[in-house]
DNA sequence: AGCCTCCTAAAGATTGAACTTAATTAAGCA
DNA sequence: TGCTTAATTAAGTTCAATCTTTAGGAGGCT
């Protein structure tokens, strides 16, 4: 008797959280709705990659997906995200993830070359 | 002028906490203070899985280690754990781990044959 | 209709995470 | 010292996550 679920495929939120990437772009999404294109100039990686993500995000249930015209514009599913918010919000005071993607692009450069 | 950290490698916590296992770990020692042999023998993976799993939490400060005779005795350190509890708590509330888990392990076994 | 713009889907490469088995360290005890 | 128990380290494999490039779909304009 129990409803049909709204999502096909569900994800693990903490898996979801475990991205550098992801958690910047949430960071992003936080207290304003921002288009797809809007996330994805903010970073330095390619258009799909941002839109994966953002599936991901999506899929865990973190982030809602708002149609308008041409653009998607997603925003901060702060209900679902109420019990990680302290976390987040202290992670984010220090800046961690800042340094992380700093230190893994570093890391990339070195490597490759 | 800062105090040298006492962690040589430092993990991301959220990352640790990504790993359906690991959260399973943490649970076996939240209460109680469990040797890595008690834990492994509670999965059906090797050993030295299992000590890999308790590194990568001891090294995101989720847990703490103490030496006793040949034993070690791992907890989860409630003071780091605290702006993530009540997420934690409603997961496995919820029994979420223990499904992924077992999903998991079926995905494996049709896979492989 | 045609052609933008915006974005996702599909396919493939590369990297890293999580396991395996085998070897090693360290403590306790005869 | 040598043996046993307890656990990590090392080395190697497999699989999945994240990116890339290329192609496709859907809405809005003229």
Redesign the interface.
Known sequence: MGVLPAQVTTR?P??A??S?RR?EILRLVWSSERSAGEIARAFDVSWPAISQNLRVLKEAGLITERRAGTSRLYSADHVALK??E??LR??WLRNVDRL?LLAEAEERKRTSK
Chains 1, 2 share one sequence.
């Open positions: 693990d903490l898996l959280l475990a550098p958690r019990p990680l302290a976390y202290r992670m992380r």
